[in-house]
């Protein structure tokens, strides 16, 4: 179970075809939607589509929101096509899609079109509650959001809460929106030896904070001999983690225990759809 949950939850769900329009949130309104501790540090949401409530795993490394294949067929939708997309490592993941869907989450409503269909079950060890499918950043694109891993939370922010959400606890960070332009996950700016680095904020990765080996190897990072590193992220303090190499198509990728250190907040207002 180890080895099979971080592969499905940290790199995996890197592709689809999902675009959503923005739903207005009224002034001084925030929306707050509660997250469901799922297995270790992994979270899932509870989210309704039409009379049906759903469960959907957060994976903001994911890329695409998408269903299972049952719950496709529920509501009538045959899949279609292909969306090709990679995982962190550089394995290309091949999703169907449906036209689309209305998700309401803690009474706010987001239109995904088209939505990606994956059959995330197949890959889960049987003991574990099966999930509805995965929600991705791509539901939040055009908004402020703060990602509160410790008090189990997301917030949606308004107008009138943004900037100081932002001035608490934002992060520099890059959009990345896939092959095909309708994904959306984002990589945080960590400063470099030669330069800024881009490590992949990841809610599905389990395995701690990851470095590609080049990024070693070049002396990017100081590693000391028990892998421990600094990273800072932005203005904020330096942290100290302990760093495992691999091969990945980023300089690294942050994880669950990076979000349970505190709130972060991300300006996704720059993506549209």
Not at 11 to 40: E, M, N
Not at 129 to 146: I, K, M, Y
Not at 195 to 210: E, I, K, R
């Amino acid at each position: 179970m180890k080895a099979l949950i971080p592969r499905l939850v940290a790199s995996l769900l890197a592709a689809s075809g999902c675009r959503g329009a923005l739903p207005g949130i009224q002034p001084g309104a925030d929306v707050s939607i509660a997250l469901t501790p799922y297995f270790r540090g992994l979270r899932t949401v509870r989210a309704q589509l039409g009379a049906d409530t759903l469960t959907f795993l957060l994976d903001t490394g994911g890329g695409a929101t998408l269903l299972a294949p049952s719950v496709a067929n529920r509501i009538g939708c045959r899949p279609y096509g292909r969306d090709v997309g990679y995982r962190m490592t550089g394995e290309a993941v091949e999703f169907q899609r449906c036209d689309s869907l209305t998700l309401g989450l803690a009474g706010w409503s987001r239109h995904l079109s088209p939505v990606a269909v994956f059959d995330v079950n197949a890959l889960l060890p049987p003991e574990l509650p099966r999930l509805d499918g995965v929600l991705a950043l791509d539901t939040f694109r055009g908004q402020v959001l703060t990602i509160d891993w410790p008090s189990e939370r997301l917030i949606v922010h308004s107008a009138n809460t943004s900037m100081a959400a932002l001035e608490a606890a934002g992060v520099p960070i890059r959009p990345a929106t896939g092959e095909s332009g309708r994904m959306l996950t984002v990589l945080v700016k960590i400063a470099g030896r030669r330069g800024p680095l881009w490590f992949l904020l990841d809610s599905g990765n389990l395995q701690g904070t990851l470095a590609d080996s080049l990024v070693q190897h070049d002396s990017l990072l100081v590693v000391a001999a028990d892998s421990l590193v600094e990273l800072r992220v932005g203005a904020r303090a330096p942290i100290r983690a302990r760093v495992r190499s691999g091969h990945f198509i980023m300089d690294g990728v942050l994880g669950t225990d990076y979000l349970l250190r505190g709130p972060v907040v991300l300006d996704l207002r720059g993506e549209t759809p």
